[in-house]
């Protein structure tokens, strides 16, 4: 299966030595305090734009917590799962399916998520001169996913390639896919051409258009998914009932009235974010069982 390792930028090959707003997170960073409260997210984007979307909410977050607040960057997936899981973060900002993980590990907490987040899409997205005008053309051409643990850049699409559009990930594309480990990555490979079609997260896509991020002469979107459950707000097991109550309203009484929350919530692509439910994440978990991705 081919890697990403080869193709990527420096900004990508030296994410795990970056700090986003705080503290890299190394297996000799120690378990949280009552005093410093640590919080996380999967590395979903380039680590500028993490640092961008994430330092005003850590603000908020202190004022509303009356703590000092830690945003401890991670170099994957599966590192804030690992993380969450073993008490050294206490919370963290998660796909789908990376909750889906992450309470099956360690009984994680799911607390407030985007309004977007209850219908979320992703979208298929193919280089101009490939030849690509409609979902089932995909076959037979290079193809690229984001991080193997996301729910938009990889779960869902692979689920809606073998559902809807008949096509195997593993026989059915040029070469088996390339994993680009984030949404823009994804972009970027299929705008350069090494990567004929790829799928990603849909707020992604439109914020990177919108802001002219590429070529869109030589990048088209060619389908957009049904809708699905996505990105949510998770607590650690073992945290005070007192603290998870005050992160989750500090988040759903977030108010676009007032400036700098209404910063917060541009930032964090959200109009109001919402209660999450255990339940919201069952057909996740439904998806990543049938696919064969969650055992």
């Avoid at 053309?137 to 193997?148: I, N």
Wanted: glycine content about 6%; some cysteine; charged content about 25%.
């Amino acid at each position: 299966m081919k890697t990403f390792s080869s193709m990527c930028k420096p900004w990508q090959r030296l994410i795990a030595a970056l700090v986003v707003g705080g503290t890299l997170l190394t297996s000799a960073v120690s378990y949280a305090s009552d005093d410093v409260i640590r919080v996380t997210g999967i590395p979903d984007e380039n680590p500028t734009e993490l640092a961008r979307k994430n330092q005003p909410m850590v603000d908020y977050l202190e004022k509303k917590l009356g703590k000092k607040v830690t945003y401890v960057a991670v170099t994957d997936y599966g590192a804030a799962v690992s993380a969450l899981s073993a008490g050294k973060i206490d919370f963290a900002w998660l796909g789908g399916f990376t909750f889906v993980q992450a309470r099956h590990l360690a009984g994680a907490e799911p607390l407030a998520m985007r309004d977007i987040d209850r219908k979320f899409k992703s979208v298929f997205i193919a280089n101009t001169t490939s030849g690509i005008e409609k979902p089932e053309d995909f076959k037979g051409k290079t193809f690229a996913f984001g991080s193997k643990s996301s729910t938009s850049g990889h779960l869902m699409p692979r689920h809606y390639l073998l559902s809807l559009l008949s096509i195997n990930p593993e026989k059915d594309f040029a070469s088996l896919p390339v994993y680009s480990g984030a949404h823009d990555a994804t972009v970027k490979l299929v705008e350069s051409g090494k990567i004929q079609g790829g799928a990603l997260n849909i707020e992604v896509w439109d914020r990177m258009l919108a802001e002219k991020k590429f070529d869109a002469k030589k990048v088209k979107l060619v389908w957009t998914s049904p809708e699905y459950v996505d990105y949510v707000w998770a607590a650690r097991k073992g945290l005070s009932p007192e603290l998870v109550a005050k992160f989750k309203d500090a988040f759903l009484n977030l108010d676009p009235s007032v400036p700098e929350q209404k910063a917060v919530l541009d930032l964090q692509g959200a109009k109001v974010f919402v209660a999450a439910n255990q339940s919201d994440f069952d057909s996740i978990e439904k998806v990543a069982r049938d696919t064969g991705l969650l055992k």
